[in-house]
T-cell receptor, first 113, second 111 residues
Framework: QKEVEQDPGPLSVPEGAIVSLNCTYS??????FMWYRQYSRKGPELLMY????GNKEDGRFTAQVDKSSKYISLFIRDSQPSDSATYLC?????????????FGKGMKLTVNP | NAGVTQTPKFRILKIGQSMTLQCTQD?????MYWYRQDPGMGLKLIYY???????DKGEVPNGYNVSRSTTEDFPLRLELAAPSQTSVYFC??????????FGPGTRLTVT
């Protein structure tokens, strides 16, 4: 089993739809859970991160972590064409653990006007 | 702040040539990373550094070398370029192990 698994998609939705992006993982030492957005031919940018289990909201974006199921999600409400990008989940053991992030392979999202 | 800058943006190399990809950050971050990204394969860690003078191998270090003489700079050296090194290279920095900030990337083609 890979350390982090992410459905590669692609996913195509109409404007205004609610989008759900998911990742599963196997390493129970992960403490920080990140979502990165990468526009075509650009570097990834950090959207948001969550520490341990729970929800975190930032505008139209909500990150959810369920450590008991080793499952994380990113929800995008009222999706816009500008949300069209590849979304990568990433996980870290945090301070005291590995200094490396483990990334999912990314899910390409297209929001159609 | 410029954040993380990378040069060059594009480069075409012939097989067997060498080059250095430059990466500079102005955020005083201790952690710096080099990744390569191939289509459909996600980001693969080449080398990383937890501070000046300290470097360590990532998942795919073969054919690459790094140095970290200052906090700001983390160059990646390709010796004897091979077609398998055709990729997009990203440098990233962070103040901790999880909030990584990426540069714009270098697109390298080896022919």
């Amino acid at each position: 089993q890979k350390e982090v698994e992410q459905d590669p998609g692609p996913l195509s939705v109409p404007e205004g739809a609610i989008v759900s992006l998911n990742c599963t993982y196997s390493n129970s030492a992960f403490q920080y859970f990140m979502w990165y957005r990468q526009y075509s031919r650009k570097g990834p940018e950090l959207l948001m991160y969550t520490y341990s289990s729970g929800n975190k909201e930032d505008g139209r974006f909500t990150a959810q972590v369920d450590k008991s199921s080793k499952y994380i999600s990113l929800f995008i409400r009222d999706s816009q064409p500008s949300d069209s990008a590849t979304y990568l989940c990433a996980m870290s053991e945090g301070q005291g653990g590995s200094e490396k992030l483990v990334f999912g392979k990314g899910m390409k999202l297209t929001v159609n006007p | 702040n410029a954040g993380v800058t990378q040069t060059p943006k594009f480069r075409i190399l012939k097989i067997g040539q060498s080059m250095t990809l430059q990466c500079t950050q102005d955020m005083n971050h201790n952690y710096m990373y080099w990744y390569r990204q191939d289509p459909g394969m996600g980001l693969k860690l080449i080398y990383y550094s937890v501070g000046a003078g300290i470097t360590d191998k990532g998942e795919v270090p073969n054919g690459y070398n790094v140095s970290r003489s200052t906090t700001e700079d983390f160059p990646l050296r390709l010796e004897l370029a091979a077609p398998s090194q055709t990729s997009v290279y990203f440098c990233a920095s962070s103040r901790n192990t999880y909030e990584q900030y990426f540069g714009p990337g270098t697109r390298l083609t080896v022919t």
